[in-house]
């Protein structure tokens, strides 16, 4: 499988993203998933402005993704798939069948999240959808850069790792 990474990150295609793991994991292409951003051009040129221009990105709903997932995996080029919200992954994997990891970056507050690392913040539903990400067999984790280490579910939920 060369999708090096399934990540949850709410600012989606940012620096972050693009330079401090397109770099260390020479990503060569970012699957975006993405109901508003996929049905903008607008958002999508945006975005597009955000990545070099030797890195393709790939602007998809669920649907497309799901349907898509199977040729993106199999692409030689390592890639990563990229959603803003631990709902639009969830529905991905449920519909895909073949995700086994996905792996926190930015959830940042809004209303009702509580703090769980200093870059995760998380409601009980989104708790809720992570735990059965997990007991379906995905690897749920979190890290927010590369040299990090990454946290599993447990510690997250359970409030250790860097507060």
């Given at each position: 499988?060369?999708?090096e ?8 295609i940012?620096g972050?993203?693009?330079v ?7 990503l ?8 508003e ?5 607008w ?9 070099p221009?030797e ?12 349907t ?15 959603t803003?919200d ?10 895909s069948?073949?995700?086994?990891s ?9 209303p ?9 913040f ?6 809720g ?6 007991r ?7 890290q ?14 359970g409030?250790e790792?860097?507060?």
């Open positions: 499988m060369t999708i990474m399934y990540r949850i990150d709410d600012r989606l940012h972050q993203v693009v401090g793991w397109g770099q260390p994991l020479d060569q292409f970012i699957v975006l998933v993405d109901e951003v996929a049905a903008s051009d958002e999508q040129e945006l975005y597009r402005m955000g990545v221009p890195m393709e990105v790939h602007f998809e709903s669920v649907a497309s993704a799901a898509r997932l199977p040729g993106f995996q199999a692409d030689p080029r390592p890639g990563l798939l990229l803003g631990i709902n639009t992954m969830a529905r991905l994997v449920e519909a069948g073949s995700i086994q996905v792996t926190l970056g930015g959830i940042h507050h809004k009702g999240r509580m703090q769980r690392l200093r870059y995760v998380l409601t009980p539903s989104e708790e959808e992570l735990r059965a990400l997990a379906g067999g995905v690897a749920v984790s979190a927010d850069v590369p040299a990090a280490r990454a946290l599993t579910l447990d510690e997250v939920l409030g790792g860097n507060r």
